[in-house]
DNA sequence: TGCGGCTAATTGTCTATACAATAAATTCCT
DNA sequence: AGGAATTTATTGTATAGACAATTAGCCGCA
């Protein structure tokens, strides 16, 4: 059970939003972890020297954010972030598929540290010839290949990288311990597959296959980048929402 | 300037959510609509008899979804559904194409009511040969296609798409006016040209496109179903989110 | 008419207090 | 020991009151 020190306001804007913060650089820094407990309202209220329901209000909208979790009597808890959001169910797909009921499989064809080229580079906001740690793989379910996933972690920021060792294990489980809070963006194309692609997939060359770029943030930082590419006809995802923004 | 009746609580659960529920009927139902101004939170809080913090929480919270506007001393309104919500940048082509600096044009191809299909009617909840609006049209950027969009409009709900005339402008636009506020359900996926999708795209035929199918609720009923295709390389979409969930 | 300043309506935040609901922890009884 | 009852820490909600911040609308003046 870790002893969590006390956090500080900066001063800047309502206390509320001071609060949440502290409280959100404490998690992203990781000084705090899932399952992490804080402390109560009434203490945070004491030692910030504000009202409880200002904390409150604070604890209440970060745990709306999935932040944290919070149970009556117990107390409130950093968040496992295990759960990935809308769009992205598809990501992790060791959790994905096993969840629908199929078993999942998992195989590493490439495992290496390489210096980035210009367009990993680019896309990754680096300097070209960047330390990274660069992983192919395939997912599958009930022996079907489901995705292709590229993948490159940039090695200044998680150098643990290097010696993760992706042979049983995707980077997707590894990257949810070694860098749980992020930001991500996503972009979603078509290709037509080419004979290489075709052959990882085991699709006929040309087949369309649906492409998932992904960045994760930390900051500005660009964590990691990865690619993900699904036989068009064998995948789909699906996302609901509810009011327009 | 509509007058806004009072609205009323229904006695379950938190008081905040109650003023939640009624204010999100009022909108839905369409008693109050886009650009109507509310009550005072101090004649809310009155009529309702509560606090004005437990309004305040109420219509902040609402503010937070998007359903509302707030604007100090000017008031509280119901929020334009004018900005779709992260994927959906790429759905209404009519608002997303000029906004990235291209000129939009148009072009319907089908505009009838038509008996539902078994495969449609299964996708719209609805029993097979319901009545819908089948629409057929083109959205151009600088002259070139983006999107191909199938559409089926469910008449049961709203019979005026049997008047409404898309020859000029798509259906989006249409429907938000008539149905501002739903839900969506998308998914994505990709697919490759056959002869008939080629030619209206203008692609060549086994061309990887990507689909986006939409369909939009009111409460458990299907307003709309929507298929969208784009020429895979010349389009994909981006969505960016903060912490998990 | 147009501009500048004033007024006041409205939302935004904070506080202090109170009580309800929940469930972990403890005590008590057998 | 083990189960039941009780205690109590913690969050959840509600309230009334206060002041700050914003700005629409009004008034006066040139």
Redesign the pocket.
């Known amino acids: 059970m870790p002893q969590i020190e006390a956090i500080e306001l900066d001063g800047h ?6 609060i949440k913060r502290a409280v959100t650089a404490q998690i992203r820094s990781g000084a705090w972890k899932p399952g992490d ?9 004491q030692s910030l ?12 909208e970060l ?1 709306e954010d999935g932040l944290l979790v ?7 808890f950093v968040a496992q972030p295990d759960a990935p959001a809308a769009l992205l169910k598809i990501v992790d797909m060791a959790k994905a598929i096993p969840a629908r009921g199929q078993t999942y499989g998992y195989v590493c064809e490439t495992d290496d540290t390489v210096p980035a080229s210009p367009a990993i580079a680019k896309a990754m906001r680096l300097p070209p010839g960047a330390r990274l740690q660069h992983v192919e793989c395939l997912h599958t379910a009930d022996g079907e290949i489901v995705e292709f996933e590229e993948r490159w972690i940039n090695l200044a920021l998680l150098p643990g990288a290097a010696q993760a060792g992706f042979d049983t294990e995707g980077p997707g489980g590894w990257l949810l311990r070694a860098a749980p809070w992020t930001e991500a963006e996503h972009t979603v194309s078509a290709v037509n597959a080419d004979a290489d692609l075709a052959r990882r997939l085991g699709v006929e060359p040309g087949a369309a296959c649906l492409v998932l770029e992904r960045r994760t943030f930390q900051g500005q930082d660009v964590v990691t980048y990865a690619r993900l590419t699904h036989p068009g006809s064998r995948h789909s995802m699906t996302e609901r929402f509810s009011p327009q923004r």
């Open positions: 804007g309502p206390v509320y939003d001071q407990r804080l402390p109560s309202e009434a203490d945070l209220s020297a504000t009202a409880r329901m200002t904390v409150n209000r604070a604890l209440r745990t919070r149970r009556r009597r117990a107390g409130t």
